[in-house]
């Protein structure tokens, strides 16, 4: 939940997502759990609900469902703008920046260099440190601390490497017009020799931006372990606009070797849908993981918009907000490691009993059904739906008289889709309006699905999070039903679990 709460002139506002108070917020940085918080930081305008005067700011959460807004963290200045970046917990004080005894946390940010400064024109990564736990920060002295004369080098997400050559820190950024990834490794942070590139390969419809990089094991197998490339692109998602992709493979401590490339170099277009996507709906961009989450757990967050129409959509005085954060893993799906997603936080103490329906079977014949007792705007929808007979079938979410959102399934085409074209609000922009599709897959002639639904917004794990699309929606407040459709046939619904939340 977030520290805002919805009023009746902001019906959008999530409940179950963070947005910041009232200004404007996109990619997540620096995320990282430290001294049993979850720290969120986020490129943000303080000063306005539009992109600009970038600078960090920052929430935090014990459990990843309720945060905490705080004041800006890092904050822009005459010399530079604060684009995206991480933050690690430097354990041996390897920067200097601490002591033995507190060691402190290190930001590594992006320096977008503005008229009038010496590195105008440049982007180039930048250090800052805090000595109390991530609540306030001071910039290195000696900043930038790696610069390679570029316009459009920028990102940096710092790991721990340790392995056969050593321990020592790696970052990966991007050279976003080129569609490269850049390794560098170094002892202190400060120093940083560079490593290898990789790409371009796969999605390259737009620029390449907010890379990530981490191990995972395949099947939960502690011994089968395999390194997983993250690299968001806008635009040039599967559905158009912004969207992120990956790569399963292998990592030295030097060089990327990817094992799921589809096509190196320049996309092939109509390969589009065979590259591996974090997301397939149109509004989950910038996504990156946390560092040092309990029990080894890989914890992901995205900014839950697009750059289509973000500066455009219709929320005041917020704009903007970030995806749930999910768990992510690695399961083999017809002999290949693709990543499978679920929601982190434990929603639990938030459900409301009173908004609650549990149906064990319902026959879903021609047409479009109400469900009786299953009205919200803040809820989960948990259901296993049968093909039967039906051409097509699924169901829609905050409906109303003329409006909601469908969330079907049509199997001869191997297809899930989102179709927004009347789920509210959608002037504001001519691409907002948009029928968003995946690939799916039939588990012996059955299709599971957990969508969550928020104020503004639904997400969709279908077959187990094998598949997910992340939609914005902008509904009246009172299109709250939600219904079971087939057309072309009929379907059964099993297992239909509906939570609302308080």
């Known amino acids: 939940m977030t520290a805002a709460t919805a009023t009746t002139a902001d019906t959008f506002r999530p409940a179950l997502h963070y947005a910041a108070r009232n200004t404007w917020l996109n990619d997540p940085n620096g995320l990282i759990f430290h001294d049993g918080v979850y720290h969120l930081y986020y490129q943000n305008n303080p000063l306005d609900n539009v992109w600009g005067n970038m600078s960090w700011g920052h929430a935090t959460s014990p459990d990843l469902i309720t945060w905490t807004e705080h004041p800006v963290a890092i904050s822009c200045d005459e010399d530079e ?27 590594v940010y992006t320096s977008a260099f503005k008229p009038g400064s010496a590195h105008h024109g440049v982007q180039a990564q930048s250090l800052a440190y805090s000595r109390d736990g991530g609540y ?23 790991i721990r490497y340790t392995g056969n050559t050593g321990s020592y820190w790696v970052m990966v950024a991007v050279e976003a017009t080129d569609f490269q990834v850049v390794l560098y490794k170094s002892e202190d942070l400060k120093s940083w020799e560079l490593l290898s590139t990789f790409g371009p390969a796969n999605a390259t419809g737009g620029v390449w931006e907010c890379p990530d990089l981490f191990l995972l094991p395949v099947d939960g197998d502690p011994e089968n372990l395999k390194w997983v490339l993250t690299v968001n692109l806008n635009p040039g998602g599967p559905n158009n606009g912004s969207a992120g992709q990956y790569f399963v493979g292998d990592f030295d401590g030097t060089t990327f070797t990817s094992a799921t490339t589809v096509t190196d170099g320049l996309q092939d277009p109509a390969r589009l849908g065979e590259y591996q996507w974090l997301d397939w709906g149109r509004d989950y961009y910038a996504a990156v993981s946390f560092s040092d989450a309990p029990s080894n757990r890989r ?27 999910r768990e992510i893993s690695l399961t083999t799906i017809e002999g290949e490691p693709r990543l499978a997603q679920q929601v982190a936080g434990d929603l639990t103490a938030w459900a409301d009993p009173a908004a609650t329906l549990r149906l064990e079977t319902v026959d879903i014949v021609e047409g479009q059904h109400v469900l009786d007792g299953a009205a919200g705007s803040v809820q989960r929808i948990q259901v296993t ?18 409006q909601g959102t469908r969330i079907g399934i049509r199997p001869a085409e191997g297809r899930i889709f989102v179709d927004r074209r009347h789920s509210g609000q959608r002037d504001f922009h001519e691409s907002f309006a ?17 969508i969550y639904v928020d104020r503004c917004s639904v997400e969709v794990f279908a077959q187990g999070g094998q598949v997910t699309l992340t939609e914005l929606i902008f509904p009246s407040a009172t299109s709250t039903d939600v219904s079971l459709y087939a057309i072309g046939g009929a379907a059964t619904a099993k297992d239909l679990r509906v939570t609302g939340y308080a």
Do not use: C
């Open 385 to 402: 739906i049968l093909q039967g007979t039906a051409d097509e079938f699924g169901l829609v979410v905050r409906g109303g008289e003329t």
């Open 81 to 107: 703008d604060i684009f995206s970046g991480s933050i690690v917990f430097d354990r041996d004080n390897t920067s200097g920046f601490g002591t033995d005894s507190a060691p402190p946390l290190v930001a």
């Open 136 to 158: 306030t920060w001071t910039k290195h002295s000696a900043n930038p601390v790696l610069n390679r004369g570029s316009a459009e080098f920028r990102d940096p997400k710092v």
């Open 299 to 325: 914890l992901m967050i995205a900014w839950m918009n697009n750059w289509e129409y973000a500066n455009q959509i219709p929320t005041s005085p917020w704009r903007s907000p970030m995806s749930l954060v």
């Open 434 to 450: 948009s029928i968003d599709s995946a690939p799916i897959r039939t588990l012996d002639g059955s299709y599971q699905l957990t």
